[in-house]
């Protein structure tokens, strides 16, 4: 059913008016199950304290609507929710008479008078009454952090959660189906997420996004219960954010330090983290132009093009600078290293190519080590950056090496995008050695601007249909042992500016629009989904 069901509800009261039966009407109540404001009426497997009634006195407000009793639709959201049990009842919309409640001092009141704004509904401190959508906090350990139930019933919504993330995701199936059908039907949601990180990845550097485009971002992020956005800061073509220790290296145009706290603020209010990336030692071009003096040179003494030379320690203290100057700018608690793509390790012969590279490998780290030992240990000493912050590194998985003498430091977290470069290695490899990933899998996320080195650009249908977070590489899936949340993280959908000028910003917007949306629905629930992807598409519509 569509935006119809609240209106057809109105039509059958009038139609039983008209032919004065009366009686129905009465009927009609009684089946809505008058009383318990809880969870029951059919649910038959609640929680114990999942949706019970507030401690406070409640007031008695509008009546309740005199619509007939009947099972409603299911929610209309995009990610479709996990559970849903519906019961007889009016249902709930947002004109009858209610309000947004919340302790006025409580966490969840920036959440309410969002919802608030969005509904167009007054807020209120409460107590809840008749109409009104009722947010709260509930002390359940056993329910995960960012998981919900919402509750419709006798003419009012509830929505409690085990934290204010999990709240704030109930407000988005609340909102999301009311804008599709213009009311909630009574019954009971029961939703979680699958993966705790979820998110969309921007190439900034490559392409100047305003502050206005990456908050709109960030409203799409937030109704869609994505919860991360990592910004790609420096690449060869630029470095994107104001910075007060190197303001030689900051590009025209940037984001200021103004804009990016709005952004992260923002991103807060809809329970994002922004997760900031320098990229080193490669991709560094931006940073080269103002210190040419820390370019890596190859062995005929070429300049290697945004390779820094890791040998040098002058090079190691510019990059920890910019790690220790940004860690107040993006307080959330991971941090994006890069160590792609150094291009003394594409080398076919590293040691030969870069003979400086490997002598100061023997003299560091012993006769038998050579150039991915020199790296190991240069990302090792940013993770150690990093750590003083209280971050937790993530890596490129091609910044990761097999063997060696230098092992990769603990605790970081393996961001797979690819399987192409010299050395590679298969997610499972990782996963065998106890490593946690994130899947960026370049073969479904990558969404790659004017479509080079064979990308194409990724659709949403495919995402739906044929992708899930045990496909980390490729189209193969990784073992179902080694797919469980606790060792693949979850994923993110990423946009990359290799040809910037492919694509305006209203247009990589227009562009990624439904592969977001598909690798939010595949995200947060990676079984087959319900809906064909024709439906899907169309539901997207409805509730943006």
Partial sequence: MGRDWLNGSRLLVLCAA?????????????????????????????????????????????????????????????????????????????????RVVADADGSLADEARLLARELRMPYAEGPARNGDVELRTVDDPATPREAYVLTSRDGRVRITGSSDAGVFYGTRTLLQTVRARGGFADGVVRDRPDRPQRGFMLDIARKHFDADWIEDRVRELGDLKLNQLQLHLSDDQAFRVESDSHPEIVSKPHLTKREVRDIVRLAASRHITVIPEIDSPGHLGAVLRAHPDLQLRN????????????????????????????????????????????????????GAAYPKLAAAARERHGADAGVTDLATAWLNDRAAA?????????????????????????????????????GERQPEEYLKEGWRLINLNDEYLYYVLGEPNDFTYPTGERIYERWTPAVVRGTGSVPDALAGPDRILGGRFAVWCDLSDAQTTAQVAKGIRMPLRATAQKLWDPRDPELSWADFRALADQVD
């Avoid at 004065?20 to 029951?40: Q, R």
């Avoid at 299911?74 to 008479?97: K, N, Q, S, T």
């Avoid at 220790?324 to 941090?335: I, R, S, T």
């Avoid at 091609?398 to 399987?419: I, L, N």
């Fill in 299 to 350: 062995a005929s003494g070429a300049r290697v093009q945004g390779a820094v030379d890791i040998a040098n320690p002058k090079a190691g203290k510019l990059v920890d600078e910019l790690l220790a100057e940004y860690a107040e700018l993006f307080p959330g608690p991971y941090w994006h290293l890069g160590g792609d793509e150094y291009r003394a390790l594409m080398a076919e012969d590293p």
């Fill in 386 to 422: 990093v750590r003083k912050h209280g971050k937790t590194p993530q890596v490129w998985n091609d910044g990761m090496h097999r063997g060696g003498e230098v092992k990769p430091s603990e605790q970081r977290q393996v961001a797979y995008w690819t399987g192409k470069e010299i």
């Fill in 18 to 98: 008209l032919l004065g039966i009366a009686a129905v009407g009465v009927v009609a109540l009684a089946l809505s199950g008058g009383g318990d404001d809880g969870d029951g009426g059919g649910d038959g497997g609640g929680r114990a304290g999942d949706g019970a009634a507030s401690t406070a006195p409640e007031e008695s407000g509008p009546p309740a609507p005199k619509r007939p009793a009947r099972l409603g639709p299911a929610p209309a959201a995009v990610p479709a929710v996990r559970d849903w049990r519906p019961v007889r009842g009016p249902g709930w919309r947002p004109d009858d008479g209610g």
